[in-house]
């Protein structure tokens, strides 16, 4: 069974740096497709950076410079590096994978940037 449980989230000021870290099980780690998508209250799910199976990434125009997606297969675990955090950063920080078809969700995780 795919499992994705999401850490790291906290409450920072601007400026700071945050990582978030996703554990994959059930599935070959690496072999497929991921994501990170932030949600805030009263909004549907926002994308925010993709990493491939060949390590390829994407990212949204807001994170663009200031995020790092990456993964260590044999940890099982990918990472979403977040520098310069704003305040518009704020929300639930949610961990996707694509698996043979099915789209799989973790549980989120909190981040909240103010002074």
């Known amino acids: 069974q795919v499992q994705l449980v999401e850490s790291g989230g906290g409450s920072v000021q601007p400026g700071d740096s945050l990582t978030l870290s996703c554990v994959g099980s059930?599935?070959?780690?690496?072999?497929?497709?991921m994501f990170w998508y932030r949600q805030v209250p009263g909004k549907g799910r926002e994308f925010v950076a993709e990493i491939t199976s060949l390590d390829g990434t994407r990212y949204a125009d807001s994170v663009n410079g200031r995020f790092v997606i990456s993964r260590d297969i044999d940890r099982k675990t990918m990472f979403l590096q977040m520098n310069n955090l704003k305040p518009d950063d704020t929300a639930v920080y949610y961990c996707?994978?694509?698996?043979?078809?099915?789209?799989?969700w973790g549980e989120g995780t909190q981040v909240t940037v103010s002074e």
């Open positions: 996707r994978a694509n698996v043979d078809m099915q789209t799989y």
């Open positions: 059930g599935f070959r780690f690496g072999h497929y497709i």
